[in-house]
C-alpha cells in the first residue's frame, strides 16, 4: 500500500466530527418541535461534506455510522427513518450519479431512486406505522400528491447541487488555502 492510499488522519477526524455532528442533527430534530425537514436536509449536507473532502468510502461509513448512532440516541426511532432512507443514502446516490456526466441518464436514475425512496417510506409509513392519515389521501388524490413530491424532489436537488457548488468554491478553497498556509 503506497503513501497515497492510505487514509490520513485529518481525513479521519473531518469524518468523526462531521458524522457526531450529522448524528447531533438527527438528534435535535426529535427534539425541536418546528423545521424537523430542515434537520434531514442539514444531516444530507453535512454528509455530503464528508464525501467531498475526504472520499465515498467515508462518506458511506459515517452514513452508516450516523444511521446506528441516530437509532441508538434519538428516542423516536421512526424519526431517523427519513435520514436513512432518503436524506442521508441520497447523499451518497447523488454522489456516484453525477460521476456519469450525462444530465438525461443523471435525472432518470434519480427521479428513479426518489421514486423507489418514496415508495419504501410511504409503505412503511402506511402499513408499518399506519401514519398516513385518511384525511390526506382523501383530500388530494395521490396522483397530485405524487407530482407534488416530484417537484419538490426537483427543488431540492437543485438546491443542493447549488449547496455543493457553495462548498466547493466558497468554503472549501477558503479551508484548504489556510491549510497549506500553516
Given at each position: ?103 438525461i441518464v443523471e435525472w432518470v436514475l434519480k427521479f ?71
Amino acid at each position: 500500500m503506497d503513501k497515497s492510499s492510505k487514509p490520513n488522519s485529518k481525513k479521519i477526524a473531518l469524518a468523526g466530527i462531521l458524522t457526531a455532528l450529522g448524528a447531533a442533527t438527527l438528534f435535535l430534530e426529535n427534539l425541536i418541535p418546528t423545521g424537523k425537514l430542515g434537520f434531514y436536509v442539514l444531516a444530507g449536507f453535512i454528509l455530503s461534506v464528508v464525501i467531498m473532502e475526504c472520499g465515498f468510502s467515508f462518506g458511506w461509513l459515517s452514513y452508516v455510522a450516523v444511521s446506528i448512532i441516530a437509532f441508538l440516541l434519538v428516542p423516536e426511532k421512526t424519526a431517523v427513518l427519513p435520514y436513512v432512507l432518503f436524506f442521508g443514502i441520497y447523499s451518497l446516490v447523488k454522489s456516484h450519479i453525477e460521476q456519469i456526466n450525462k444530465l438525461i441518464v443523471e435525472w432518470v436514475l434519480k427521479f428513479t431512486f426518489f421514486n423507489l425512496s418514496l415508495f419504501f417510506m410511504w409503505k412503511i409509513a402506511e402499513q408499518l406505522l399506519e401514519l398516513i392519515p385518511p384525511m390526506l389521501v382523501q383530500s388530494l388524490p395521490v396522483s397530485v400528491l405524487v407530482l407534488v413530491l416530484q417537484a419538490a424532489f426537483f427543488a431540492f436537488d437543485l438546491i443542493f447541487t447549488f449547496w455543493t457548488q457553495y462548498y466547493l468554491k466558497k468554503i472549501s478553497t477558503k479551508i484548504h488555502s489556510t491549510d497549506s498556509a500553516l
